[in-house]
């Protein structure tokens, strides 16, 4: 397996072929409640998180996905992330941020060809830029904090499969 790339990668994602079939490693997973961990298993999906009292803000998940080559081996997909709702909630504000970018792109547009001022629209859409730079060093500070915590799921997750 290749390691993690330190590159703009939002969700990191990993391959690994495994010589074991697919419903052992399913049940392994199940079996393994280690603390801090918590693993739930749905059908072919495994989602590993920290519990609770260990997690904080910025703490990631394990999204595992294992699919079956043969009665002998078996696919798994990983996906770290950050917490969903965390996720829904930043890509909500990246969204709103744009929205708003393009409809005062557009008064100003129009201003324009009115001959009215549209300075005030230019200066809005330079701190929507600034407001977007903001959110995107939030976003790389919070997964920075958040790495310690990856590399401690990505070696339950090894534990386990060994």
Not at 23 to 46: G, M
């Amino acid at each position: 397996m290749k390691p993690i790339p330190n590159d703009i990668v939002l969700r990191p994602r990993f391959q690994l072929e495994l010589s074991t079939p697919k419903e052992q490693l399913l049940e392994s997973f199940e079996k393994s409640q280690i603390p801090p961990f918590l693993v739930k298993r749905l059908d072919e999906h495994v989602f590993i998180k920290f519990s609770p009292e260990h997690n904080h803000f910025w703490s990631p998940q394990l999204h595992l996905e294992i699919d079956g080559l043969n009665e002998t081996s078996s696919k798994l997909h990983g996906v770290f992330g950050p917490n969903p709702t965390l996720w829904t909630f930043f890509m909500f504000l990246h969204f709103g941020v744009a929205t708003i970018f393009i409809i005062l792109g557009v008064w100003a547009y129009s201003s324009a060809s009115l001959n009215k001022p549209y300075k005030f629209q230019l200066v809005l859409m330079v701190f929507m830029v600034l407001l977007w730079i903001v959110l995107y060093i939030f976003g790389r500070t919070g997964k920075h904090k958040g790495k310690p915590q990856m590399e401690e799921l990505y070696r339950f997750m090894m534990g386990v499969l060994t």
